[in-house]
């Protein structure tokens, strides 16, 4: 069983930086990704990483603003999210991925409790 659980979540102004980390506790996980939920809308993939570290997704959303990374060694997966924005707030998940479509939440589990960021103008 494997546990998933974010953290560096927080509140920042428009332009800011934070780092997201999704720790797993258990066995390894092969593939995670991350996921946002702004009030009144659909959960949506941000990213998404194989454990290998290759390949990696990017929602268009964040292309170029916002990275995911892996660190084997602290069994983690980060997410980097720079030049933030008021749309960017949301609660935001990571889960282990178990194949299929990438972009669909049903195909993930072991879902952390998630931490809220917040960005504002």
């Known amino acids: 069983q494997v546990q998933l659980v974010e953290s560096g979540g927080g509140l920042v102004q428009a332009g800011g930086s934070l780092r997201l980390s999704c720790t797993a506790s258990?066995?390894?996980?092969?593939?995670v990704g991350w996921f946002r939920q702004a009030p009144g809308k659909e959960r949506e993939l941000v990213a998404h990483?194989?454990?290998?570290?290759?390949?990696?997704y990017h929602a268009n959303s964040v292309m170029g603003r916002f990275a995911i990374s892996k660190d084997n060694a602290e069994n983690s997966v980060s997410l980097q999210m720079n030049s933030l924005k008021p749309e960017d707030t949301a609660g935001y998940s990571c889960?282990?991925?178990?194949?299929?479509?990438?972009?669909?939440?049903?195909?993930?589990w072991g879902w952390g409790k998630g931490t809220l960021v917040a960005v504002s103008s």
């Open positions: 990483i194989h454990w290998s570290g290759s390949p990696a």
């Open positions: 258990g066995r390894a996980v092969r593939s």
């Open positions: 889960a282990s991925y178990s194949g299929g479509d990438v972009n669909d939440d049903i195909n993930y």
